[in-house]
Nanobody, 114 residues
Framework: QVQLVESGGGLVQAGGSLRLSCVVSTSIFGIIAMGWYRQAPGRQLESVATITGGGTTTYADSVKGRFTVSRDSAKNMVYLHMNSLKPEDTAVYYC????????WGQGTQVTVSA
């Protein structure tokens, strides 16, 4: 069973930056497209960014130009670099495969104050 462990969240002022990390326990990590998702209070889970095994990335319009997704296949890690954070970025952030097919981890809370 694949385990996902997210970290790196915290409280930051608007305009600030954070880097989220996720370690993925699967031997086929290198070929799996990965995604970052978030869920704000009272809202549905939404996809934020994806990255293929080859490094091709996609972003939600709301984060394009501010967030960057990357991966280190040697370490089974995927990252989300978040810049110019806004209060509306406040949410619990999760990683998963790009199809969201694995059991979800605990997520990491990101809170952006105005």
């Amino acid at each position: 069973q694949v385990q996902l462990v997210e970290s790196g969240g915290g409280l930051v002022q608007a305009g600030g930056s954070l880097r989220l990390s996720c370690v993925v326990s699967t031997s086929i990590f290198g070929i799996i497209a990965m995604g970052w998702y978030r869920q704000a209070p009272g809202r549905q889970l939404e996809s934020v960014a994806t990255i293929t095994g080859g490094g091709t990335t996609t972003y939600a319009d709301s984060v394009k130009g501010r967030f960057t997704v990357s991966r280190d296949s040697a370490k089974n890690m995927v990252y989300l670099h978040m810049n110019s954070l806004k209060p509306e970025d406040t949410a619990v952030y999760y990683c998963n495969s790009a199809g969201g097919e694995w059991a979800w981890g605990q997520g990491t809370q990101v809170t952006v104050s105005a």
